[in-house]
């Protein structure tokens, strides 16, 4: 029984059974009962005998009434709400709930006493420790309650978000590792608002409402993790959570996050995938308006632009800057745009070193990125570029030359020690790669084998590459293609790399009718797991060779249709005479 009942004078189960105990007659005690506790209108008494007469239980009609009445209460407490002076509205809601409180355990009254907990922005500290000590209340609470117990309990409001951030990483995961490989849908082709649509930012959005200090735990939250686990899906959703914050228009964050107008402008530069002038230009004000005594500001613009989708678009700027620069005949040092885009691209790279040593400086970057190791790509493009028109010129004009087939040292050892020159170098084969341009695809390949961080193994490059890798099909027949491709690089990261041999698999699964029956062997053999290979390698390779029994021709295929031709008869040689 709810003893709530007895402390605002209401009778309950307790007092009718003391009632009965003590009568002499238990039929007049009964009904002195109901009348004493019953709706109490005149007009009501005359009609109760009707619905007995039409066998409706009292029960049923004082429920609905009872529902009725709890619609219209609560109705009535949302209009106190909005209604009158702050102060007065307040005050009449709190007088409702010291008044209610006591039966907020009991199931019928208890939306009313959180109708009302919901619409006052600040409960009594001593009821949210009720609410907050009992688990059944506590869910049953409204978000804008459970945000006042959250931000004085930050252990309890991890544990709620800890959830989400695991299913976030879990996501991007799937999406990386998805068996449907595509040029067109990949990773990086939902838009920046389509992506802040997704349950988990929209979940963790509504946990913080206008709460800057529950904002800023997560961005703890998002810190700490990305500290201990270094991975960038992290730095994603510090991008996304800020810009959905934006789009609900929630400006009690949004003016207080000093990135919240970089991120803003970046954001646009992700929708396009590219960095134009205009908005550069923007970019640059910012990172250079960072005042002196701010500079830990530049931790988190750091993190924003370590997400991978900011790193694609940057990289993917560059590339086309290169490329617009080789048409206008001009070196890198000479582009302003081109080492900005440099610039954030080595603030977003240098963003885990930068929180982890608490020095927050801008990167230093190394003159050679942009004296050597550009120029050199950039002459990859001219070679390649001769190398085609010299194809197209008539026989008795073309040059002796052969296509290029070794890369200079200079360009591995920049691939392996310096990590912005390994992005620029990665971005620039996907894009030869998407250009089905074989000759340079082969060329640099080699290269990857041994990168800064081992990036070219990563599952953000081994997904693009694999995507585009479908556009050169055909070339998975030839063995020099397949040869150069699975035992030069892939097959050399395999057995130490659990994800590479996942992206391996997901592209054969793809191809796999495209490659020669002999490689195609070799390769099943080479990439059988171990026994310390985890479920989804060897889920993989077992709808794998699923697949290439299904290819393999039945045995009435294979053995041979007997010769319906008759043998000659032998004839005699004639003896010489």
């Known amino acids: 029984m709810y003893a709530g009942l007895q402390e605002l004078g209401v009778a309950n189960g307790e007092d009718l059974k003391e009632t009965l105990t003590n009568c002499t007659e238990p039929l007049k005690a009964i009904e002195q009962f109901q009348t004493e506790n019953g709706v109490?209108?005149?007009?009501?008494?005359?009609?109760?005998?009707?619905?007995?007469?039409?066998?409706?239980?009292?029960?049923?009609?004082?429920?609905?009434?009872?529902?009725?009445?709890?619609?219209?209460?609560?109705?009535?407490?949302?209009?106190?709400a909005l209604e009158g002076k702050v102060e007065e509205r307040y005050k009449k809601l709190e007088d409702l709930l010291e008044k209610s409180f006591s039966l907020v355990k009991m199931p019928s009254i208890q939306p009313v006493v959180m109708c009302v907990m919901k619409h006052l922005p600040k409960v009594p500290e001593k009821k949210l420790k009720l609410v907050m000590a009992d688990k059944d209340l506590y869910k049953a609470c409204a978000v804008e309650v459970k945000r006042q117990i959250w931000q004085d309990n930050q252990a309890l409001f991890g544990d709620e978000v800890s959830p989400l951030l695991k299913q976030y990483i879990l996501e991007k995961e799937n999406i990386l590792f998805?068996?449907?490989i595509s040029v067109l849908h990949n990773f990086f082709s939902p838009s920046p608002k389509t992506r802040r649509q997704g349950e988990v930012v929209q979940k963790l959005t509504q946990m913080i409402g206008k709460n800057v200090k529950l904002y800023d735990m997560v961005l703890q939250f998002l810190r700490t993790l990305f500290l201990r686990t270094r991975n960038v899906h992290y730095c994603t959703l510090r991008a996304e959570l800020l810009m959905s914050?934006?789009?609900?228009?929630?400006?009690?964050?949004?003016?207080?996050?000093?990135?919240?107008?970089?991120?803003?402008?970046?954001?646009?530069?992700?929708?396009?995938?590219?960095?134009?002038?205009k908005r550069a230009r923007?970019?640059?004000?910012?990172?250079?308006?960072?005042?002196?005594?701010?500079?830990?500001?530049?931790?988190?613009?750091?993190?924003?632009?370590?997400?991978?989708?900011?790193?694609?678009?940057?990289?993917?700027?560059?590339?086309?800057?290169?490329?617009?620069?080789?048409?206008?005949?001009?070196?890198?040092?000479?582009?302003?745009?081109?080492?900005?885009?440099l610039r954030m691209l080595s603030l977003g790279q240098g963003a885990w070193d930068m929180i982890d040593s608490q020095v927050f400086k801008e990167p230093k970057m190394e003159a050679e990125l942009i004296t050597k190791?550009?120029?050199?790509?950039?002459?990859?493009?001219?070679?390649?570029?001769?190398?085609?028109?010299?194809?197209?010129?008539?026989?008795?004009?073309?040059?002796?030359?052969?296509?290029?087939?070794?890369?200079?040292?200079?360009?591995?050892?920049?691939?392996?020690?310096?990590?912005?020159?390994?992005?620029?170098?990665?971005?620039?084969?996907?894009?030869?790669?998407?250009?089905?341009?074989?000759?340079?695809?082969?060329?640099?390949?080699?290269?990857?084998?041994?990168?800064?961080?081992?990036l070219a193994f990563s599952d953000i490059f081994l997904h693009l590459l694999t995507g585009n890798l479908t556009l050169l099909g055909d070339e998975f027949a030839l063995e020099e293609f397949c040869t150069s491709l699975f035992d030069g690089f892939f097959l050399t990261a395999c057995s130490r790399k659990e994800n590479v041999h996942r992206h391996v698999l997901r592209l054969l699964l793809h191809l796999h009718h495209k490659v020669a029956p002999a490689k195609l062997e070799s390769l099943q053999k080479a990439l059988e797991?171990?026994?310390?290979?985890?479920?989804?390698?060897?889920?993989?390779?077992?709808?794998?060779?699923?697949?290439l029994e299904l290819r393999k021709p039945s045995p009435a295929e294979v053995t041979e249709t007997p010769s319906m031709e008759l043998p000659l008869p032998t004839v005699p040689t004639p003896a010489s005479r």
């Not at 040059?399 to 890369?407: A, D, E, F, L, V």
């Not at 020690?417 to 620029?424: P, S």
Request: hydrophobic letters at 40%.
């Open 282 to 341: 923007e970019l640059q004000g910012f990172l250079d308006g960072v005042k002196k005594g701010q500079e830990q500001v530049l931790g988190d613009l750091s993190m924003i632009l370590c997400d991978p989708f900011a790193i694609n678009t940057l990289a993917l700027s560059t590339i086309r800057h290169l490329q617009d620069l080789i048409a206008q005949d001009t070196l890198p040092r000479e582009s302003p745009d081109l080492l900005l885009l």
């Open 373 to 454: 190791f550009l120029p050199m790509l950039m002459s990859f493009v001219v070679d390649d570029h001769t190398f085609n028109v010299d194809q197209k010129l008539p026989s008795e004009e073309k040059g002796p030359i052969p296509y290029p087939s070794t890369i200079p040292e200079a360009f591995t050892k920049f691939l392996q020690e310096n990590r912005i020159a390994c992005e620029i170098g990665l971005y620039y084969i996907l894009h030869i790669t998407k250009q089905r341009n074989k000759n340079t695809f082969l060329r640099l390949l080699p290269a990857l084998v041994e990168t800064f961080s081992d």
């Open 40 to 80: 109490l209108l005149p007009s009501l008494q005359s009609a109760l005998p009707f619905l007995d007469l039409h066998g409706t239980p009292r029960l049923e009609f004082h429920q609905s009434v009872f529902d009725e009445l709890r619609e219209k209460l609560l109705e009535r407490v949302s209009a106190i």
């Open 178 to 180: 998805s068996n449907d």
């Open 245 to 277: 914050l934006h789009d609900l228009e929630i400006s009690e964050i949004c003016n207080v996050d000093p990135c919240h107008k970089f991120t803003w402008c970046l954001d646009a530069c992700i929708r396009e995938k590219f960095v134009d002038n």
């Open 529 to 547: 797991p171990t026994k310390q290979s985890g479920e989804a390698v060897k889920e993989l390779y077992n709808q794998l060779t699923e697949k």
